[in-house]
């Protein structure tokens, strides 16, 4: 596969790299932080800016009661999220308010029906500008990392100009540019996304055992990031991490034990990271008392197998049994996410598919979303080159790197398709990003091709 010529660098071509990694982080970032004070306000912000506060002011004062970090009068912003997106955003605005706004704690949550945006800061529920623009700031910081790692991951699966090409279209992207100015989590959820297909890169190079085991545990700590921002973060690490096995493994002719291998060590790392994040899961072992605890376990059978009684009910009632079942509690937010994607698809009317769910998707994904009008063709272009050079590679015995990116795509694409039950943009950050570079490596090769035409053309 073709490379770059770097020998211009004056020392090597990892210092290259690392000077177009900076470049591109900080163009992205001048036109991303010029942004902050310029994107239209968004009624979730102050729901994210809140619980920031909220979050890290429980890891101060080292309170981990559980009815506290459910935090369930924040519905969507409480428990249904992991917290880590919250701390990222939380620190950033307490060490700013500790300095300039003597301490005090913004909460507040924005009232969709409750009259327009003067009306709503006049009420206290939007945060005063310093704090938002604070919290935005943060958001952007992440952006523009964002692209720097997505021209790295361009570079390890094709080349450094198809690196450069899929930074620039996601820097001067709309909807990027949207997303990473705004006070939410979405751009650190899609941060660690691509940064776990670098991981994947690395472990679909692996050459030796170790290196592979190594990988997969990388790989699942990264998910395990991605998944305390936001829980569907290990779902589509754990669909994306099984193919790139089943690949490397029909390809490189691994054993069914080496592929066990590689899974279990991701799923522990992942595991090992989001319940270290996340004091929710936390067994206050202090507060275990077995005769209580044995005094529970009658009534509670009773009323748990014969009247069906709810999980919440049953925590407060029985606050033994809660204790000792909190690593459980992982398991349970799938349920929740589930039901709160049924809420939202009844609250958010406004956000349905006016047409054929496909179809506006698929609209909204190739032209609504895209960077420049005619894109959609060298994606569709780039996804056929990625294809048939995956195909070529399974042939030639050999894995290629662009799997990484064709399947991430995929599965991100496929999922969102499915599960999607609102029309919101910023949902469809990761396929952007990952269409980004697929419709680069055809500009790329469009380019190329179109080259050798005109020099090959007679005078």
């Excluded at 054993?255 to 992942?270: G, K, P, Q, T």
């Excluded at 996340?278 to 005769?291: T, Y």
Aim: net charge positive.
């Amino acid at each position: 596969m073709s490379r770059f010529n770097l020998s211009f660098f004056p020392t090597s071509r990892a210092l290259g790299l690392l000077a177009l990694f900076v470049l591109t982080a900080l163009l992205s970032g001048w036109i991303l932080f010029s942004n902050v004070t310029k994107t239209s306000f968004h009624g979730d912000e102050p729901g994210w800016i809140s619980e920031g506060f909220y979050y890290v002011d429980l890891l101060k004062k080292k309170d981990f009661d559980r009815e506290k970090w459910l935090n369930r009068q924040a519905r969507g912003w409480g428990a249904f999220n992991l917290p880590l997106g919250k701390y990222i955003i939380g620190v950033p605005v307490t060490i700013y308010s500790s300095r300039h706004w003597d301490g005090k704690k913004y909460y507040g949550f924005y009232q969709w029906n409750g009259g327009g945006y003067i009306e709503q800061k006049r009420r206290g529920n939007v945060p005063p500008d310093e704090i938002l623009f604070t919290a935005r700031r943060v958001t952007a910081f992440f952006g523009a990392l964002t692209v720097g790692i997505v021209f790295i991951l361009g570079y390890l699966t094709y080349n450094v100009w198809v690196g450069v090409i899929a930074s620039s279209l996601l820097m001067f992207n709309g909807l990027f540019i949207e997303t990473s100015t705004r006070a939410m989590i979405d751009i650190f959820y899609n941060f660690f996304m691509i940064l776990f297909c670098i991981v994947a890169v690395w472990f679909l190079k692996s050459s030796t055992r170790w290196r592979a085991l190594i990988s997969s545990a990388l790989f699942g700590v990264v998910v395990g990031l991605s998944c305390s921002v936001k829980l569907t973060g290990i779902i589509i690490g754990a669909i994306l991490f099984g193919l790139l096995s089943a690949y490397k493994m029909y390809v490189e002719n691994k054993s069914r034990s080496d592929a066990a291998n590689w899974a279990l060590v991701a799923m522990i790392s992942s595991l090992v990271v989001i319940y270290a994040l996340n004091p929710l899961f936390w067994v206050s072992f202090g507060k275990i008392d077995a005769g209580a605890l044995v005094k529970e376990s009658g009534p509670l059978y009773t009323e748990v197998v014969r009247e069906g009684i709810r999980k919440d009910e049953m925590y407060a009632r029985y606050p033994q049994f809660a204790n000792i079942t909190k690593p459980f509690d992982f398991f349970n937010m799938f349920f929740r996410w589930k039901n709160n994607n049924k809420w939202q698809t009844v609250w958010n009317k406004g956000k349905m598919w006016k047409q054929s769910k496909a179809i506006e998707f698929n609209n909204d994904f190739l032209f609504k979303r895209s960077t420049f009008r005619f894109q959609w063709i060298f994606f569709f272009f780039g996804f056929a080159i990625f294809a048939i050079k995956i195909i070529k590679s399974i042939r030639q015995g050999q894995v290629s790197p662009l799997g990484v990116t064709l399947f991430f795509f995929l599965v991100n694409y496929f999922f969102l398709l499915f599960t999607l039950g609102v029309n919101w943009g910023r949902w469809y950050m990761a396929i952007i990003i990952s269409g980004d570079i697929i419709a680069s490596a055809g500009i790329y090769e469009a380019v190329i091709w179109t080259g050798r035409k005109i020099i090959r053309r007679p005078a």
